[in-house]
């Protein structure tokens, strides 16, 4: 079996406050993301709030636009532990 990395929490960070931090270092206004990613403005900013789900779709979509892993998007605030072989 091949190794793996237990992850652990590190800050409470929220799906759509991921969301909004990194459209925010890209610099991209909700209107531009959602013009990049087809998904409406409107619906980032209640992604962004917390009243809609982001789900796996818009994830993969909203990644790519990011320019990171969807699981940066799915599980903010996780650091990867890394363990010494035994």
């Known amino acids: 079996m091949k190794e793996f990395c237990p992850a652990r929490k ?23 993301l959602a013009r990049r990613t087809g998904i409406p403005q409107a619906t980032l900013s209640a992604i962004e709030n917390g009243r809609v789900r982001l789900g796996v779709e818009r994830a993969n979509v909203l990644a790519s636009a990011l320019r990171c892993h969807p699981a940066v998007l799915v599980f903010p605030g996780w650091d990867v532990v890394k363990h010494s072989a035994a």
């Not at 991921?18 to 925010?24: D, F, K, M, N, T």
Request: hydrophobic share 35%; proline share 0%.
């Open 10 to 32: 590190r800050i409470a960070v929220s799906v759509g406050e991921s969301v909004r931090i990194l459209r925010e270092l890209q610099e991209y206004s909700q209107s531009e």
